[in-house]
């Protein structure tokens, strides 16, 4: 299920994709998808603005190929914002706590929030793909620059963290709180959060900004790459974060390998 707040005001909305992708970068050391949802491949293009990943379209547009490498062995990635959010199991036939919307008969989650723009991040059977080699890829791409066809601001996706099922739920207040009810049986802890067969439902929500419970086959985390100068050499592919770009100018005039600097 997935949910994004109604009524926020678009700056407010900003904050929180800004604090999410810098503690996804923080911690993982890769990008964010934002929103969470979009669908992300390999070998997308587009332009990385504050906070956020705009597609522009994919390498097939310029004529370029590329091959893959996949990882063999899946990862359970899992991130809370420092001492600012817990979590709370209730086992069916405990005593449900004052305030809670579970029945007594309930097994249940809760977790609560003691600040705004806090992260609870849990991701299941992760596997990372990756486009190789980069340096055939750069070849191509420098070609495509030499033509006038790919502009400055320009980036590449070249890995991408894939989640069979990810919880990702965001904060929009220092009193902010949801609560999950399991189906008999289940497990009742942070793992469950991404646990299909779980079959998690919401039984209430408060002051909750984002909040996506045991969705599948979404692309969290990913890198990607854009033209650089070096001294004296042609350019090459570095690595961008989203959490570090800045609004970009729309380009209108070709540009020229020599326009291309370390921005």
């Not at 009524?7 to 994709?17: D, F, K, R, T």
């Not at 547009?61 to 817990?86: H, K, M, P, Q």
Request: hydrophobic share 45%; net charge neutral; proline share 3%.
């Amino acid at each position: 299920m997935v949910e994004f707040q109604r009524g926020a005001e678009w700056g407010e909305v900003v904050q929180l994709n800004l604090r999410y992708v810098r503690e996804m970068r923080e911690h993982f050391g890769y990008s964010a998808t934002w929103l969470p949802t979009i669908a992300l491949r390999l070998g997308d293009v587009g332009r990385l603005t504050g906070g956020g990943y705009e597609p522009l379209g994919s390498l097939a547009d310029f004529g370029i190929g590329f091959e893959t490498r996949t990882g063999v062995a899946y990862a359970e990635l899992s991130y809370v914002s420092s001492n600012a959010v817990t979590f709370t199991a209730k086992a069916a036939g405990a005593t449900p706590a004052a305030g809670s919307a579970l029945a007594h008969g309930d097994a249940g989650i809760q977790l609560s929030f003691a600040e705004k723009q806090a992260v609870f991040f849990q991701a299941a059977q992760c596997k990372t793909s990756e486009i190789a080699p980069l340096l055939v890829l750069e070849q191509q791409i420098v070609a495509a620059a030499e033509k006038g066809d790919w502009k400055k601001d320009y980036v590449v996706v070249t890995e991408v963290v894939e989640a069979q099922a990810a919880t990702i739920v965001i904060s929009s207040s220092g009193n902010a709180l949801i609560e999950l009810k399991a189906k008999a049986g289940a497990s009742l802890a942070p793992a469950t959060m991404v646990d299909l067969s779980a079959d998690l439902s919401i039984a209430q929500s408060r002051d909750i900004g984002t909040q996506l419970v045991a969705q599948g086959g979404l692309a969290p985390l990913f890198r990607a790459r854009s033209l650089h100068n070096r001294l004296m050499a042609r350019p090459t592919l570095k690595a961008r974060d989203v959490s570090n770009a800045a609004s970009p100018k729309i380009e209108t005039t070709r540009l020229r390998l020599a326009d291309y600097g370390d921005a």
